[in-house]
Antibody, heavy 121, light 107 residues
Framework: QVTLKESGPVLVKPTETLTLTCTVS??????????VSWIRQPPGKALEWLAH???????SYSTSLKSRLTISKDTSKSQVVLTMTNMDPVDTATYYC?????????????WGQGTTVTVSS | DIQMTQSPSTLSASVGDRVTITCRAS??????LAWYQQKPGKAPKLLIY???SLESGVPSRFSGSGSGTEFTLTISSLQPDDFATYYC?????????FGGGTKVEIK
């Protein structure tokens, strides 16, 4: 069974750096044609893709957030880490990680439950 | 960046209705399109990938079509479990974007 689980702080202060971890099971981060994406959703709003990383360490970032994001993976720990710098209250959202598959035309077939992050002083 | 425009933003329908949601891309994306269903408080669920391929386990009343810049998601006979918000998502040159969502409500 493939699962993904997000973890990280519930509350961060403005200007701080957010670090989120996605721990995967049921598949390997070294598996070709599979990767992990991060997506967020502010309360009551639409989904927003943030970044993804593949087994060959290919990375891609949202154009609007690229300067603030870093994605990395630790294959041995089955973890993908996303950092977002200079957090602001508008970054308050539920953050999801999901498995992304090139065979699915970069569709995301398995999602974590999400973790809610509030940015407030 | 490629923009994805969904219409309508809200749709009121009854059980048994045929429902169609449209997604337009600001430039051609071939068939690099997926559709998701999301219920309140839950993660999105993949329904369709590559514009028209049905994800395993998804009921056959869901179908997708289109290529290039115009795509549709059709629910042939709306069921009570289908009242939810639907999103399209495109892939192009390393980046992904989602549409703004379509909320399907009970009429």
């Amino acid at each position: 069974q493939v699962t993904l689980k997000e973890s990280g702080p519930v509350l961060v202060k403005p200007t701080e750096t957010l670090t989120l971890t996605c721990t995967v099971s049921g598949f390997s981060l070294s598996n070709a044609r599979m990767g992990v994406s991060w997506i967020r959703q502010p309360p009551g709003k639409a989904l927003e893709w943030l970044a993804h990383i593949f087994s060959n360490d290919e990375k891609s970032y949202s154009t609007s957030l690229k300067s603030r994001l870093t994605i990395s993976k630790d294959t041995s720990k089955s973890q993908v880490v996303l950092t977002m710098t200079n957090m602001d209250p508008v970054d308050t959202a539920t953050y999801y990680c999901a498995r992304i598959r090139t065979a699915y035309a970069y569709g995301m077939d398995v999602w974590g439950q999400g973790t809610t992050v509030t940015v407030s002083s | 960046d490629i923009q994805m425009t969904q219409s309508p933003s809200t749709l009121s329908a009854s059980v048994g209705d045929r429902v169609t949601i449209t997604c337009r891309a600001s430039q051609s994306i071939s068939s690099w399109l997926a559709w998701y269903q999301q219920k309140p408080g839950k993660a999105p669920k993949l329904l369709i990938y590559k514009a028209s391929s049905l994800e395993s386990g998804v009921p056959s009343r869901f179908s997708g079509s289109g290529s290039g810049t115009e795509f549709t998601l059709t629910i042939s006979s709306l069921q009570p479990d289908d009242f939810a918000t639907y999103y399209c998502q495109q892939y192009n040159s390393g980046g992904l974007t989602f549409g703004g969502g379509t909320k399907v409500e009970i009429k």
